[in-house]
Structure formats: C-alpha cells, structure tokens
C-alpha cells in the first residue's frame, strides 16, 4: 500500500487537504493524524470493516480496545447510554484534551471497538487538525496510539512513518505534539471515578473536579488484576530494543546509582544511554550516550521529550538504558506509569 504523507498546518488547517483526509475515513480507510497528545491511527468508528484495518495494521491484539475520538458533546450522547453530570462537569473542564472517560456503551458502537466489552473509551482530543478532521468525515473515529503495537507512541509524523509507512493510507504531517503523553483513562462506569491509565491530565486536576477520584491499585504494581478492568494494560508497553533499567528513589540517591552503574557497564563494554533530567545526566560519565529529557521537576517538558527520547536511544544500537525515577507528582505519574512500562527491570537506589 502507498502511505501518503501530508502536511497539514496546526494553526490553519487547509480544508481541500482534511477533505481528502476526511474521505479516506468515509471509505473505511486508515488515517494517521496528530492530537495534542500523540499521534493517532483513525478508522471511522461505527465501521467495524475499517477498525479491523486498525488492528491488523499496527498488529494489535484484538483483546485491546480503543478510544474513540469526538468533536462536538451531542456525538458521545449517541456512542455512550447515559451522559452523567458528573461527566458532563468532566468535559466543560477538560475538553477538548487529553482526557478519555469509560462509559457504558450504546449497541451502536461495533464489538470491534470495545474488545467486546460493555463499556467505551470517548475523548474529544485538543488538536485542530484531529477536530477538523472528525467534523470533515462526519463520524467519530477511533484511534489509538498510531505506533506498532509495543513500541513508544508516536509524538512526530517521522515516528509514525517509521512504523507504518505501506500499511495504511495517510499520514497527516502536523509538526510536533505538546504534550508527548497519552490521555489519561477514567473509568466513570463505576461507584467512584478511577484512573485506569494516568496520562496527560494529572490525577490532581481531576480531584479539582471530582474528589473522589482515584488511582487504579494496581498502578503502582501492575498486577493480574488490570486485566479485567482494561484489557489493554497488561501488555508489557513501549518496550525498546535495549534492555531498560529503571531507577527508583531519591533524586541525589539515583543520580549517584545511575554513575555508578553506566560505569561499571562502560567498563564491560556495553553500550549505555541515559535517560535522565538535566541535573542526573550531567553527573554520569560522559563515555555514555547521555539524553537529557528536561530539567527536575520540569514535568511537562520530561514528558513531552519521553518516547522522542527512547526512540532515539534506541536508534543509536545502545544496549542498556538507564533511565531515572521521578516523583509520581502531576505529570510525573504519567511519565512513571511510561517508564515502568518500558522497563524490563526496576531497581531502587538506597
Ligand atoms: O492520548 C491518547 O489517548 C491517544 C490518542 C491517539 O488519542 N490514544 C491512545 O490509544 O493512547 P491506545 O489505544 O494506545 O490506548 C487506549 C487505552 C488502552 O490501554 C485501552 O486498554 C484503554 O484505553 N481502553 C479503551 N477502551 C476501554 C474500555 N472500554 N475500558 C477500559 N479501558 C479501555
Ligand atoms: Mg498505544
């Protein structure tokens, strides 16, 4: 298949190019586009012939079901049964951005979508480009992240072309996306909101909103049990080619192991990356590949510059990145639920 690749601008998107976008989506077709968060992989949503296509293309378990995109609130009235004020009170705050609700699903949203399940993933993305090209294709589209399956979200056009360029219709070029995490996931079927995935808004703001509002148990450990509530998250994510070592603790604590260990691997001989903040990076040995994701605490540029980062390591043939721990605070949550996702080995700096 001929992957096309258009340029589309952020700020003015040229209607004749969305509309050529837009077409590929009526016909059952797959469309790469940006969002505020990264990039998505479009298929009209109430087509279960195109969102097989999504599957298929990134490779996908079937088991692991996907959000679907919205722009104007009377769409999720159809996809969801029921529109609680709760949710209602979600989406004046958060929306259009980059936060996805769980809802009890309509019959008219395909089995396909859902994994079968009786619930639905609904998100209105804070992007001019996904947004204009929901309203030009006159359905809501489901997408998820528009990378092969295990590998990093794709935060730039190049990301997504590097993984399936020939399996699917268009790329839309949309520069760079702000904020390099993907929305955070709330379960809103329940008694009580809970975060399944943390993603691009904190914990902290939603509480804002609904105090009630918790994180999934099983966050911290990700256990058996998050196979239930969302099938998806038992897949171990985002995994790179080199073996990841993440260290957890203290700042100055993990600055000191991640010295010691880059060099007793250096002096093995091995290849190593650094993943870490500017403050970390900066005291290991500079015989390592040293990727600076963003001054301590500068959470939304650690976040924006994470899976840029771990795919450039990985291009570079590293054979072991170590990567820092930070503190589950606002974005930093997000960044850690990434990061002990693409790790193969966690390990805490005493
Ligand atoms: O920022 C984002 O969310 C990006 C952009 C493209 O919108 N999308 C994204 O999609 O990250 P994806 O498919 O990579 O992740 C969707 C997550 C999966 O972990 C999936 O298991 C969960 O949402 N999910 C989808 N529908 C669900 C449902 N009905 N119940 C529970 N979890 C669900
Ligand atoms: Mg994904």
Not at 205 to 227: D, G, T, W
């Amino acid at each position: 298949m001929d992957t096309k690749i258009v340029k589309i601008s952020r700020y003015r998107p040229q209607k004749k190019k969305i509309g050529q976008a837009a077409e590929i989506i009526r016909r059952a077709g797959l469309v790469a586009f940006p969002t505020e968060t990264v990039y998505g992989l479009g298929a009209n949503a109430l087509d279960r012939r195109a969102v097989a296509k999504i599957f298929k293309a990134k490779k996908r378990p079937v088991d692991d079901p996907l959000i679907v995109h919205i722009a104007d609130l009377k769409d999720l009235k159809r996809l969801a049964k029921d529109f609680p004020c709760r949710v209602r009170m979600l989406a004046e705050k958060f929306w259009p951005g980059p936060l996805t609700v769980i809802l009890k699903k309509n019959p008219l949203v395909p089995r396909e979508v859902t994994a079968g399940l009786d619930s639905v993933a609904i998100r209105m993305p804070g992007h001019p480009i996904a947004l204009e090209l929901i309203r030009a294709a006159g359905v809501s589209i489901a997408a998820p992240s528009a990378n092969l399956f295990g590998q990093t979200s794709p935060i730039s056009a190049a990301h997504v072309a590097n993984d399936l360029c020939g399996r699917i219709d268009m790329i839309i070029d949309g520069g760079k996306t702000r904020v390099g995490v993907e929305s955070t996931v709330l379960d809103m079927t329940g008694k009580s909101p809970v975060i399944l995935r943390p993603g691009g808004i904190p914990l902290e703001e939603i509480r804002k909103v609904l105090p009630e509002a918790r994180l999934f148990p099983s966050e911290k450990k990700p256990a058996k049990i998050e196979r239930m509530k969302s099938p998806g998250m038992h897949y171990r994510h985002y995994a790179p080619r080199a073996e990841m070592v993440l260290i957890e603790g203290d700042s100055d604590k993990v600055a000191d192991k991640m010295a010691e260990l880059a060099e007793k691997y250096l002096s093995e001989g091995r290849k190593v990356g650094i993943l870490a903040s500017k403050e970390t990076a900066k005291l290991c040995p500079s015989a390592a590949r040293r990727t600076v994701l963003g001054k301590r605490g500068n959470f939304s540029t650690i976040a924006r510059n994470l899976f840029k980062m771990i795919r450039e390591l990985d291009r570079k043939g590293i054979d072991i990145i170590l990567a820092e721990g930070f503190p589950e605070k606002g974005l930093g949550a997000a960044v850690m639920n990434r990061l002990r996702r693409a790790a193969g080995k966690r390990i805490s700096a005493r």
